[in-house]
């Protein structure tokens, strides 16, 4: 699961309209409450993005291979408080909930604290599905070489690669 940053603009207007139309929430200017969810998301991609340089730097400056990478880059995120993939939502969540309650432009949150994380996990889960989606998608066009092959690792990655172009993903 990953937040893709081609797919913020659409994860916003989607949070918005649905807790708006909901009745979850009142919105005195939709564009800029959406600007306002979009801040939240970039926030995350930015301090996720931080903690993979930091990881790299790490292992860069310890010596050690990049088989590591995962494991170090973990240990930054739960000590900044960030998940990773599904993890992260609560995170989000949590961020959004504040910035709802702060935003000139949302009027009045009607709904309850677990109700909205419960409505915005639901959101979340659907836009940051779409890994799933896509290696399916790759996994098909590449479906006469044999896994674990080297030719089928480069042609992964192309197929990847090209669909995430053509979707606007990264």
Not at 111 to 128: C, N, S, T, W
Not at 141 to 147: D, F, G, K, S
Not at 163 to 168: E, F, L, Q, T, W
Request: charged share 35%.
């Amino acid at each position: 699961m990953r937040l893709y940053s081609g797919r913020v603009p659409a994860v916003a207007a989607d949070i918005v309209r649905k807790l708006a139309d909901g009745g979850d929430i009142d919105v005195s200017s939709r564009a800029e409450a959406e600007l306002d969810v979009q801040s939240v998301l970039k926030e995350y991609l930015r301090v996720d993005r931080e903690i993979s340089d930091q990881a790299r730097q790490m292992l860069e400056q310890r010596g050690l291979s990049s088989e590591g990478f995962g494991r170090a880059r973990r240990a930054l995120a739960e000590q900044r408080g960030l998940g990773q993939g599904e993890e992260a939502i609560p995170w989000i969540c949590n961020q959004l909930i504040e910035t709802f309650m702060h935003s000139s432009h949302i009027d009045e949150v009607f709904a309850d604290d677990g109700l909205l994380r419960v409505k915005l996990r639901e959101i979340l889960l659907k836009h940051m599905a779409v890994d799933d989606e896509l290696d399916g998608e790759a996994r098909r066009r590449i479906q006469n070489l044999q896994e674990g092959t080297s030719a089928w690792d480069v042609e992964y990655a192309r197929a990847m690669a090209e669909i995430k172009r053509g979707r606007g993903l990264e």
